[in-house]
C-alpha cells in the first residue's frame, strides 16, 4: 500500500510540475507578444513625430 501512495504522491508531484512549466511558457509568450507590441507602437510613434 506504501507503494502505491508513493506512486500517487510522485504522479501528482510530476503533474504539478507539468501544469507550472506550461503556465511559465505561456507568460514568456506572453512577454514576448506585448513586447513586440510596445516595439510596433514605439516604431509607429517615432515615424509620426519624424513626419510632422
Known sequence: MEFVDIQLARATLIHV???QIQQRKQAVEDI???REEVQRFRKDAFISLDGQ
Open 32 to 34: 514576448n507578444r506585448r
Open 17 to 19: 510540475m507539468e501544469l
